[in-house]
């Protein structure tokens, strides 16, 4: 049995919602429903089914949370202010580089006080190159690729593997 998860890592575009760039919407981002926004151009970001339930369970057990996204911070954190999911994050890495190994590093050194080991640390992106990136430098971190031909691609099973429910 491999260790618990203590921390979970989540990319945004195309895993938290399904827009493929956050960077590329137009400030500013109106809320329409539940799960979905829309920025001054009109383009849409609908967040995945199920993503509120993940992250609450994941504080209910305890579990930090952090993001790992290639974006414009500013675009990134508006869209999770405007669906207010960012109260729920212990950290929130957002770099406009795609070195999502040198994010990892610096994610891992922040909780690593809070007694977060690599083994115990689980990250999810839709990109095979992100992950395979991250595993080539922290090859004890658990991936997950949130994809329709990857490990996992709903809330609902990433729960069931990640969180034991
Ligand atoms: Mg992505």
């Given at each position: 049995m491999p260790s618990r998860v203590k921390l979970i890592v989540l990319d945004l575009d195309q895993v938290l919602w399904?827009?493929?760039?956050?960077?590329?919407?137009?400030?500013?981002?109106r809320r329409i429903d539940e799960r979905t926004l829309v920025d001054s151009s009109?383009?849409?970001?609908?967040?995945?089914?199920?993503?509120?339930?993940?992250?609450?369970?994941?504080?209910?057990?305890?579990?930090?949370?952090?993001?790992?996204?290639?974006?414009?911070?500013?675009k990134a954190i508006a869209v999770l202010r405007t669906f207010q999911l960012d109260r729920y994050f212990d950290l929130l890495m957002i770099e406009p580089h795609p070195e999502k190994d040198r994010m990892m590093g610096k994610i891992l050194n922040h909780f690593?006080?809070?007694?977060?080991?690599?083994?115990?640390?689980?990250?999810?992106?839709d990109k095979e190159e992100m992950l395979e990136k991250v595993r080539r430098r922290y090859p004890?971190?658990?991936?997950?690729?949130f994809h329709p031909d990857g490990d996992v691609?709903?809330?609902?099973?990433?729960?069931?593997?990640?969180?034991?429910?």
């Amino acid at each position: 049995m491999p260790s618990r998860v203590k921390l979970i890592v989540l990319d945004l575009d195309q895993v938290l919602w399904d827009h493929h760039d956050a960077t590329s919407l137009t400030l500013p981002l109106r809320r329409i429903d539940e799960r979905t926004l829309v920025d001054s151009s009109g383009d849409k970001v609908v967040l995945r089914e199920g993503v509120r339930d993940f992250l609450e369970k994941a504080k209910d057990k305890g579990v930090y949370l952090s993001t790992c996204s290639w974006n414009e911070p500013e675009k990134a954190i508006a869209v999770l202010r405007t669906f207010q999911l960012d109260r729920y994050f212990d950290l929130l890495m957002i770099e406009p580089h795609p070195e999502k190994d040198r994010m990892m590093g610096k994610i891992l050194n922040h909780f690593a006080p809070k007694g977060v080991r690599e083994e115990e640390t689980a990250f999810v992106d839709d990109k095979e190159e992100m992950l395979e990136k991250v595993r080539r430098r922290y090859p004890k971190i658990k991936t997950l690729r949130f994809h329709p031909d990857g490990d996992v691609y709903s809330f609902r099973d990433l729960e069931k593997i990640l969180l034991g429910e």
